[in-house]
Structures are given as structure tokens and as C-alpha cells.
């Protein structure tokens, strides 16, 4: 600094000093400026080249001081060359630091941090399901129903050979509604407004993929929880084609080394009634596999024939047919490894994900 002062010294004897002599020490103070501006990098050289130039102890006062030195005429002229030097000074200095900060946002981000991982959106392991259930039936030439799910007694239970003192409606407890309708507690009564809305027209092929209800909550068991039922009416129509499409849809579902099995069993709307058991991933070869309980058979589904009463309550006769359901959460489980329902719809649910999909 004290080599700037130097060359920038006037002469304060005589009257070499005038207003010309001011005009040239600036132009040359502005120049020494621009010049240590162009090379300031951080805000720390910001501070330091303010406190030179127009800091209390800076070149500028310097040459405030000598103001008195010159023709009492021009000083009006010499105050307003040196206030818009100091306001040149403060602009780009301003204008600089504005600049640095824009740069320090831009790279605030350490990047010798280790990149965060990001997971990518997942259909739901129920969605999943659904739409490889619905499009293996499609393929079957079966076409797709649905209907309400805030359904009325006579197509839930009573049109399904359910009727009011029928002890399977214990099994099936479900929410009433104070208008006496009900949360259905599964998707047979589509099968009764299909049958309704054709009017005996044949052949009828449907599938009634859907949201059901059900007062349950355990490890196996959601109050809310989905349903595929399917239904097949003609006029001629037998228990081997029931079989023989159920055992195309889980070899196509869980694989064609799948066994399937029927057994016999009780179901208030079919006559015959069956009951559908896979073959568990073990074989039947492990008397401690937690998934089948050393039996070697899974339970995945419910099937039969149609009971007359049934298609005596939508005025059909003539006519034969079968119906099956299966709960969709039950098989998403078994296919993709889930042992506990409740991780489907819990809290825990993004966790679970993060560690199966």
C-alpha cells in the first residue's frame, strides 16, 4: 500500500495541484482497482481490497484529505469525482461477492460423498397378482365382472343358497351398514348380477377380481383383503372342465412343475364341492417346512359345481355350471415368499418392500 500512496503522492507546495492532477491520480486508483479485482477469488480478498482502496484508513481518504489544497472553485467538482470513484469501488466489489456466492450454491454439495441410493417405484405385490390372475383367465376366453362393494343381503348371501339362519354366515361376519347393506364378504354376488344382467344368455364366462371384507386380523387373515371368483354357465358343462381349468391356471401361476390336487368339501353354493391344494416349494420332503407344515399340499382355492337353488334364484333352468374362488393376498404370499399378511398393509409395508422388491 505504501508504494501506491507513493505514486499516488500530490504535490502540496505552489499550485501544481488542480482538478486535472485529481482527475489523473483517480484514473490511476481505478486502474490499480480493476486490476487486483480481476485476480480476487475469495470474500476474504473482497474484504481486503475495500479496506484499501475505501476503508476509513484507505487510498480514497487519502485523497479526501487534499480536497483542500485545491481552488476553493473546483472543490464542488473534486468532492463528486472522489464519491463516484468510492461508488465504482462499492459496486463491483458488491457485484463480485454476489458472484462468488452464486458459485459457492453451485457447488455447495460435497462430492466426495458417497451417492445416495435411490429406489425406483414398485407395483404393490397384490397389484402384481391381480393383473397375472386376470390375464391368465382372459387368455381362457374369460371376461371380466365386477360389482358393488357395499352390497345388499339378497345377492351376498340369501341368492347364494345362504339364507338367514345358515350357520355359514358365521364364517363370514362382516361390517353392516344402518341402511342393511353390508361390506360384501366375497365376490360371488357378481356372479349373481352377471347372471341377472344376461338374462339366460349363454354361454356365461366371467372372473370377479374385487375388494372383500371380513371381521378377521391375524398373520393369515386381513378385514380387508381381495378375491378372484369365476364363473362358467352352459348347457352342458362338467366337473373335469372345472378341473381341468384350474389346473391350467396354477401350473401358469406358480409353474408348470406345479401338482394340484382336488379334494372333496362343503361349500353352501356349489354341489359338488371341492377344495384346491398345490404342491408346496419343498415337495412334501420336509416334515419341518413352516410354509406347508410338513403336509407337501398347500390349500389355494374353492370350487364346484353350481347348486340348483342358485340358478333357481336368477330363474335359470336347463343349465349347468361351475364357480371357484381364491383369495388373492394367499397366493401373492406363496409366489413371492411373504409369510405374515399383515406386512401388505402395514405400517411397516415401505421397509418390507425395500427388503422383497
Not at 77 to 89: E, H, M, P, S, T
Not at 206 to 214: Q, T
Amino acid at each position: 500500500m505504501q508504494s501506491l500512496i507513493g505514486s499516488l503522492s500530490f504535490k502540496t507546495m505552489g499550485n501544481d495541484f488542480d482538478i486535472s492532477s485529481l482527475e489523473n491520480k483517480v484514473k490511476r486508483l481505478k486502474d490499480e482497482f480493476d486490476s487486483e479485482l480481476s485476480s480476487a477469488k475469495e470474500e476474504q480478498d473482497i474484504s481486503r481490497i475495500k479496506s484499501k482502496y475505501i476503508g476509513k484508513k484507505g487510498l480514497l481518504q487519502d485523497l479526501f484529505k487534499l480536497i483542500p489544497q485545491i481552488p476553493e472553485s473546483e472543490r464542488k467538482l473534486a468532492g463528486k469525482i472522489l464519491n463516484d470513484f468510492k461508488q465504482y469501488v462499492e459496486e463491483k466489489l458488491e457485484d463480485l461477492k454476489s458472484a462468488l456466492e452464486r458459485k459457492q450454491v453451485e457447488f455447495s454439495e460435497d462430492i466426495t460423498l458417497p451417492g445416495r441410493r435411490s429406489f425406483s417405484a414398485n407395483l404393490h405385490p397384490i397389484t402384481v397378482a391381480l393383473r397375472e390372475i386376470t390375464e391368465i383367465f382372459e387368455k381362457m376366453g374369460f371376461e371380466v365382472e365386477s360389482g358393488p362393494e357395499m352390497e345388499e343381503d339378497w345377492y351376498n348371501f340369501t341368492a347364494l343358497n345362504i339364507p338367514p339362519d345358515h350357520p355359514a354366515r358365521d364364517m363370514q361376519d362382516t361390517f353392516y351398514l344402518e341402511d342393511g347393506r353390508l361390506l360384501r364378504t366375497h365376490t360371488s354376488p357378481v356372479q349373481i348380477r352377471a347372471m341377472e344382467k344376461r338374462k339366460g344368455v349363454l354361454p356365461i364366462k366371467i372372473i370377479a377380481p374385487g375388494r372383500v371384507f371380513r371381521r378377521d386380523w391375524d398373520a393369515t387373515h386381513s378385514p380387508v383383503f381381495h378375491q378372484v371368483e369365476g364363473l362358467f354357465v352352459d348347457k352342458k358343462v362338467k366337473m373335469s372342465d372345472l378341473f381341468g381349468v384350474l389346473e391350467f391356471f396354477f401350473k401358469k401361476f406358480f409353474g408348470e412343475g406345479t401338482r394340484v390336487r382336488f379334494r372333496p368339501s362343503y361349500f353352501p353354493f356349489t354341489e359338488p364341492s371341492a377344495e384346491v391344494d398345490i404342491s408346496c416349494v419343498c415337495g412334501g420332503k420336509s416334515k419341518d417346512c413352516k410354509v406347508c407344515k410338513g403336509s407337501g399340499f398347500l390349500e389355494v382355492a374353492g370350487c364346484g359345481m353350481v347348486h340348483p337353488e342358485v340358478f333357481r334364484s336368477v330363474g335359470y333352468e336347463g343349465v349347468q355350471g361351475f364357480a371357484f374362488g381364491m383369495g388373492v393376498e394367499r397366493l401373492a404370499m406363496i409366489k413371492f415368499g411373504i409369510s405374515d399378511i399383515r406386512l401388505l398393509f402395514g405400517e411397516n409395508y415401505i421397509a418390507f418392500k425395500k427388503t422383497f422388491f
